[in-house]
């Protein structure tokens, strides 16, 4: 029987973003192309509207600009807990459900240490 290998902590992984944002009145526009395959970039050039817009809220935009690679998910999380309190409470099912979304959408990559 083969050892299961043990999920890594969702804390412990460095987020990355993956696409490019506009900031306005400092709330963040994630800009999710339409077409992410490779064959479909001849396309996605020819558009007139390329990007689905995704607008974050004040506390997801704080949390989209901490995802540089080299934040764990629980610094950033104590940073967002220091400039918000206890308005993000309960902040750890927050995150959990922000980042599981975003890597579900692959908006940003886990990466590990």
């Not at 607008?55 to 950033?76: A, F, M, P, Q």
């Not at 459900?97 to 590990?112: D, I, N, Y």
Request: glycine share 8%.
């Amino acid at each position: 029987m083969a050892k299961q290998k043990n999920p890594p902590n969702l804390l412990d992984l460095k987020p990355v973003r993956l696409f490019e944002h506009r900031i306005e009145e400092e709330l963040v526009t994630v800009l999710v192309p339409r077409y992410r395959s490779r064959w479909m970039a001849w396309l996605q050039r020819r558009l007139s509207r390329p990007h689905f817009k995704l607008h974050l809220d004040s506390v997801g935009s704080r949390v989209w600009l901490l995802c540089d690679g080299e934040r764990t998910i629980e610094e950033i999380g104590r940073l967002v807990r220091g400039r918000f309190g206890d308005d993000v409470e309960p902040l750890w099912e927050r995150l959990g459900m922000f980042f599981r979304q975003m890597a579900k959408g692959r908006l940003v990559e886990l990466r590990g240490k």
